[in-house]
């Protein structure tokens, strides 16, 4: 173990030790410190807003702060959990009925969700309760080990299942849902050269095509789901009626988007704006017009 993996252990170690409270306002303010010097990023992030929910610059610069205060404060939170018992504390269940009937038809489940309030923290909650989910994750470079203490802490703290979205992935995403488990597909990331360009809030954005066709070929319900932090800082877990979609995947990537686009519009400071869900298709415009 090297020695910046050895100080991010500690200072997780020191975040387990903080009162829930206390670790979600921490995490708030240094995520507002870390967009108060993230000046580049900031500013591109703060023009996406004014472009694609049509919002004057002051409040374009209000929602990002907020945005990156909820990052810290979900960083905060979901590492100063020690057992999904503690989330089940910290989520709500909305429509938890819906998911069951699902089940039902023993297909197995995809959850379509975004990357609103703390959907890690919703995600324990869910195993908590005994459902068998597994979540689809983008590996990232394992800079002072970052990755192996993520990995850590959503199997053995949360209880959830993970397939990595390259190499054999597809094929353990297929294995779930023929077991008539849980996949859950975070639609909201951009999907670079490997997605279909397709409208998101207004701009072209490379969305992913894996959801639309895992669902055709075992048929199984598509449950949107998604989480939203109340004024007491509650998260409460949404469930929604299974989704029809049509044959044209461009018709369905747009109903996917249409979704999503609901809620961040509904509460864009709950929504991880860094992701920049529009970056790749940008770029590639910008590529082809020669700028």
């Known amino acids: 173990m090297n020695f910046s993996t050895k100080i991010l252990r500690l200072f997780i170690a020191l975040i387990r030790k903080l009162p829930y409270r206390t670790a979600a306002k921490l995490g708030s303010f240094l995520g507002t ?79 379509m969700t975004a990357h609103l309030a703390n959907w890690e923290i919703a995600a324990a909650a869910v195993c908590h309760r005994g459902y068998p989910l597994n979540v689809i994750y983008t590996p990232q470079r394992n800079n002072a080990g970052v990755e192996d203490i993520l990995r850590e802490q959503r199997e053995k703290v949360c209880g959830m299942g993970l397939i990595p979205s390259e190499g054999a992935g597809m094929k353990e995403a297929f294995k779930v849902l023929k077991r008539g488990e849980i996949l859950c597909i975070l639609q909201d990331l951009d999907a670079r050269s490997d997605g279909v360009i397709s409208e998101f809030l207004g701009l072209p954005a490379s969305v992913h095509t894996g959801l639309i066709k895992l669902n055709r070929r075992f048929n199984c319900p598509v449950v949107p789901l998604r989480v939203v932090r109340d004024e007491s800082g509650k998260n409460l877990l949404l469930f929604y009626p299974p989704l029809s979609f049509d044959e044209d995947m461009e018709k369905s990537l747009l109903i996917c988007n249409n979704i999503i686009e609901s809620w961040v519009t509904e509460h864009p400071d709950q929504w991880m704006w860094i992701l920049d869900r529009w970056e790749f298709a940008h770029n590639a415009a910008r590529h082809r017009s020669g700028s």
Do not use: P, Q
Not at 33 to 43: E, G, I, Y
Not at 45 to 64: A, F, M, N, Y
Not at 85 to 92: G, K, N, P, Q
């Open 33 to 111: 410190t870390l967009w108060f010097f993230s000046f580049k990023r900031v500013n591109r992030l703060e023009s996406r807003c004014v472009s694609s929910l049509g919002v004057g610059v002051t409040l374009s610069r209000r929602i990002i702060k907020d945005s990156y205060a909820n990052m810290g404060r979900i960083f905060f939170e979901f590492f100063n959990l020690k057992s999904r018992e503690e989330a089940a504390d910290l989520v709500s269940f909305i429509g938890e009925e819906i998911l069951r009937e699902a089940l039902k038809e023993g297909r197995g489940v995809i959850f």
